[in-house]
């Protein structure tokens, strides 16, 4: 059977097409009738089938430790949380959810924590992503509204991406791009970024700023338009107002272009090619994302680039316009319940006039229950502080791994570990976060959750629920339901449906809409769907509303703002650097981010081992400079340090890294490796207006670390429950393969070790085969129990790995043949050498292929998608495969950087 849906991952909200036989899905691929793709998938969508399946989920609820049954469950939510409401206050409790949740289940959290219960706190880790984005277009256009659609991007003569790296976290709207750049040869792209990502592939002109410094670099180009004559002085004067205030602001520096480029570290010229292509194109798209966002000025970054774009009426225009990029899958249907600390609900303020009224008659709360809020709650990192202080005594996290994400995470577990009631929603068994949980509730997963999510285009798609939810998984919002219900507000929360759910939504959207109460969002189109036709609905952008029953691409077409004079906002801006500063103990600016084949906490696509294999450790990327002043090679051990805690992982040597700053992933967690969660090494700063945290900016120290020996141990599943080695290494990390996992391990000690004994005393199959060699100190060894390969033991650096992926498919033989068994050991003469780390993963075609091809004659994208067929499915890794080429074109990795090539 086929089903429609939406792909839960990043904020391009692709339909995915899916064939199930309602217990399984076999196969999905991209829907050409969706709008946001049109058929297309990233590498990450096209493997959501391989990250199902039942193991490892959360099945059961759990009350202290014990496996209990739903009614024993929320017996003990609703109790527990109605002791804590009498004995310490209504604002005791709080939510802290998540851009992953549907909106229905948003829209359940808003109304039962705000409502009924009578609390503001409830945040959510949007705060640590769109937080400054929404505080930007707020002050400017006074909404929170992106006005451009995707088609604005392939429309443009110019985009500039800003602090976005497109190529790998939003791949197939960077594949749209793409491909509107080789249909219109005059399209320019630029990429501000402190690191050469695989975005710049398109790149016409690099700017590879000083972290920090965007603010000052789009405070020049208005400065620099004013100057030459570029402003638009027409649109200036007849739909916003503060030119002059944010004008006078940027000229507090010294605008000229020397200064400015200084102060970013850019070369001067490339800074005035950028300036002079923004000022002489009407079709600009400026796209940013975390780069900008994840500040302590993210706010004032934000408006810094949307003043150049109200200056130049470089909005509602086709191909025209600022446009913050989301990051996650339903991050927008959360800003449009209005489940941010600061809101209320449905773009609906506390202080937005008549707001708190309106709602409460809404909701028709005033009977039963506490008043509505008076007043915003805390935000995110303000909400673990009033935690740790004991002010907030319940905490129900849903959908998000604040142990990991939040900055200075150290202190945000030990928050956690004293607050007396946690109650964490979950789908996966085995994550950070559960640790700290008194009360864990499994929550069903995509493929069987069923609601609607919001795109980065304001484009609203059904998620449909497909499979049951395995064991007794449940939605969000029916578990919400419940609880609600036990506590009396039954009435107001009678929904059997998602359906209702929207409708409730959509309606409160239109209510009183309209004068004083006007708000721009407004899907009053959409209330009133029954079951068949809530099921049926296409995608559609908002406004869906009476006089725009087809939904909106593109906003402010007519120059009206959503300010009470109608005139959007030109906001000063007075450049800040991090505020996390670098000293002598801590040197280098630390920045964080994503890869390509990873989600987050990996608690999915973690479970994917070809989603692993491009990135299979905890890495550090260095500049070469530094990592020779801090005697460390490419792919040693190195350990990053600040007073908050510690980050160990594998050196990656690169070109693409300023000298003083290094790079690692967001992604690794506990139970992926023993120290690499960079969340431990930041300070939270906050932007003083969005409360977003400045997760880019950290300040650290980098030392090589101290290991005397380095092992790779295969081994089967079940063998690994307990681990124990993980406990004595001082590094190790956990990689899942098809049919094992593979363990790296180093540890320090100085003496040879036995290392036979040493498996025998963690493993309960003791050594079939060894080849040892005390001299070097390397080891190879196998465990082999009645003919099945249960353990492989190698002990020297990961660069003598032979090739894996004939190992692995050895665990899944039930007897090894001879001839295997010979091979065990030596592994390379196999005649198949680790191929590497993988490049392409839809086709699994690792680097090492990919260089001998390139040798060969293979020396574009096209040979070798032929003779290997890399690149040929989702594209992510076209850039990954041009630079190999031009690798080894020119064996000087010192050439990465974009020239500008000027077409002009
Ligand atoms: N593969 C994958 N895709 C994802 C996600 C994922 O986990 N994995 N997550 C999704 C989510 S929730 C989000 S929010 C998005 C995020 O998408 P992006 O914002 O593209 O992701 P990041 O890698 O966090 O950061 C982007 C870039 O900001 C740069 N940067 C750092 N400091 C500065 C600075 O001071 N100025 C500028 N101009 N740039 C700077 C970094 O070098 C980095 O390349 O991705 C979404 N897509
Ligand atoms: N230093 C630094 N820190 C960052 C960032 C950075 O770039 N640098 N990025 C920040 C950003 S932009 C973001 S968005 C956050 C992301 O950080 P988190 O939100 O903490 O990360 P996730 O792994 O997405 O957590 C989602 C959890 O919810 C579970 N889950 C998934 N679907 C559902 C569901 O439907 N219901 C329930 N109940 N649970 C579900 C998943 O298994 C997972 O455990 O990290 C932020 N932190
Ligand atoms: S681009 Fe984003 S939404 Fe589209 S398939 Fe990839 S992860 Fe999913
Ligand atoms: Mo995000």
């Known amino acids: 059977m086929q089903a429609s849906t939406t792909c839960p991952y990043c904020g391009v909200g692709c339909g995915v097409t899916v064939d199930h036989d309602g217990n399984t899905i076999q196969h999905v691929e991209g829907d050409r009738d969706h709008p946001a793709n049109f058929g297309r998938l990233c590498v990450k969508g096209s493997a959501l089938h391989e990250t199902l399946g039942h193991h490892g989920r959360l099945t059961r609820p759990r009350v202290d430790g014990v496996d209990v049954d739903w009614g024993t469950a929320l017996d003990a939510v609703a109790e527990r949380l109605a002791a804590v409401r009498a004995t310490h206050g209504d604002e005791s409790v709080a939510a802290y959810l998540s851009g992953q949740l549907l909106t229905e289940d948003y829209y359940v959290a808003n109304k039962l924590f705000k409502g009924f219960f009578g609390t503001p706190h409830l945040d959510t880790n949007s705060r640590l992503c769109m937080a400054s984005a929404v505080a930007g277009y707020k002050r400017a256009f006074g909404a929170d509204a992106v006005p451009c659609s995707y ?31 080789t249909r219109n040869p005059l399209m320019r792209v630029v990429v501000i970024d402190p690191r050469v990502t695989d975005t710049c592939e398109i790149a016409d002109l690099y700017l590879g700023l000083k972290p920090g410094s965007d603010a000052r670099l789009f405070n020049g180009l208005l400065a620099w338009m004013a100057d030459k004559k570029r402003l638009d002085h027409v649109y200036l004067d007849a739909h916003t107002q503060g030119l002059e205030g944010a004008l006078a602001a940027a000229r507090e520096d010294d605008t000229s272009i020397e200064a400015i480029a200084a102060d970013c570290d850019v070369d001067p010229e490339r800074l005035q090619t950028f300036y002079y292509w923004f000022a002489s194109q009407l079709h600009v798209v400026t796209l940013y994302s975390q780069g900008v966002n994840q500040s302590s000025s993210g706010t004032d970054k934000s408006n810094a680039i949307i003043n150049c774009h109200l200056a130049g009426g470089k909005i509602g225009l086709p191909g025209a316009g600022p446009f913050s990029i989301t990051g996650q899958p339903n991050a927008m249907g959360g800003r449009e319940v209005g489940g941010l600390a600061n809101q209320l609900a449905a773009h609906m303020d506390y202080h937005t006039p008549g707001a708190i009224d309106r709602v409460t008659r809404f909701w028709s709360t005033d009977s039963l229950t506490p008043d509505l809020p008076q007043g915003p709650g805390y935000k995110a990192v303000e909400l673990f502080e009033a935690i740790e202080r004991g002010e907030i005594q319940a905490l129900w996290i849903m959908a998000t791994n604040p142990a990991v994400s939040l900055p200075d995470a150290n202190r945000v577990r030990r928050a956690l570990e004293k607050c007396p009631l946690v109650i964490v929603s979950e ?472 020239e500008v090539v000027d077409v002009a």
């Open 151 to 181: 088609e604005d991007l392939e429309d443009a003569e110019l985009v500039v991406l800003v602090g976005s790296n497109l190529a790998w976290n939003h791949p197939v709207l960077y594949q749209r791009l793409r491909t509107a750049k």
């Open 427 to 898: 789908c996966m068994a085995d994550t950070d976060l559960l640790e700290y949980a008194d009360i864990v509730l499994p929550a069903s997963s995509w493929s069987e959750k069923n609601g609607t999510v919001t795109n980065s285009e304001r484009r609203i798609s059904r998620q449909r629920g497909i499979l049951p939810p395995p064991g007794e998984a449940r939605h969000d919002w029916w578990i919400m339901v419940e609880v609600a219900k036990r506590l009396g507000f039954g009435e107001a929360f009678a929904y059997a449906h998602p359906c209702q759910i929207f409708d409730e939504h959509a309606r409160l959207s239109g209510f009183e809409n309209e004068g004083e109460g006007f708000r721009l969002f407004d899907i009053s189109g959409l209330a009133g769907l029954d079951r068949t036709a809530y099921d049926a609905l296409s995608p559609i952008q908002w406004p869906v509303n009476a006089s725009a029953p087809q939904g909106t691409a593109r906003l402010f077409e007519d120059g009206r703002f959503a300010t009470p004079d109608g005139r959007a906002k030109l906001i000063p801006v007075r450049p800040q650097g991090p505020a996390q500063t670098l000293s002598e103990a801590r040197p280098l600016r630390l920045n964080t981010g994503r890869v390509r084949d990873q989600w987050h906490t990996m608690t999915r696509t973690g479970r994917a081992p070809r989603l692993m294999n491009h990135r299979a450790e905890p890495f550090i990327e260095v500049h070469p400079d530094d990592a020779s002043s801090h005697g460390i090679g490419d792919q040693q051990l190195a350990c990053l340090t600040s007073p908050n805690g510690e980050y160990r992982g594998r050196v990656r040597v690169s070109n693409s890294q300023r000298r003083g700053e290094v790079f690692v992933p967001m992604h690794w967690t506990d139970r992926f490796s023993g120290n690499a969660r960079m969340g431990s090494l930041l300070e939270a700063h906050l932007d003083p207006v969005s409360g977003q945290p400045e997760s880019k900016h950290g300040a650290v120290s980098l030392a090589p670390l101290d290991t005397d020996w380095e092992a790779t141990l295969l081994v089967a599943g079940d063998l690994a429950s307990d681990a124990t080695w993980r406990e004595e290494a001082v590094y190790w990390a956990r990689i899942p393969l098809a049919n094992c996992q593979r363990w790296q391990l180093a540890g320090g000690e100085n003496e040879a070790r036995d290392w036979l004994a040493w498996v025998q005393q963690r493993l309960p199959v003791a050594p079939t085969l060894w080849c040892d060699d005390p001299a070097s100190g390397r080891l190879r060894a196998a465990g082999i129990d009645n003919g099945r390969l249960r353990w492989w033991l190698m002990v020297a650096p990961p660069a003598e790995l032979p090739g894996l992926a004939w190992l692995d498919e050895r665990f899944a033989e039930a007897q090894l043949g001879k001839d295997a068994r010979r091979r065990l050991l030596a592994g390379c003469e196999a005649g198949e050498a680790d191929s590497g780390p993988l490049v392409c993963s839809c086709h699994q075609v690792g680097q090492k292929a990919i260089v001998e091809a390139i040798r060969g004659g293979d020396t574009s994208v096209e040979a070798l998608g032929a003779r290997l067929a890399c690149g040929t499915q989702c594209g992510s890794c076209i850039p990954e495969l041009k630079s190999l080429i031009e690798e080894e074109r020119s064996h000087a990795r010192s050439e990465q950087k974009p």
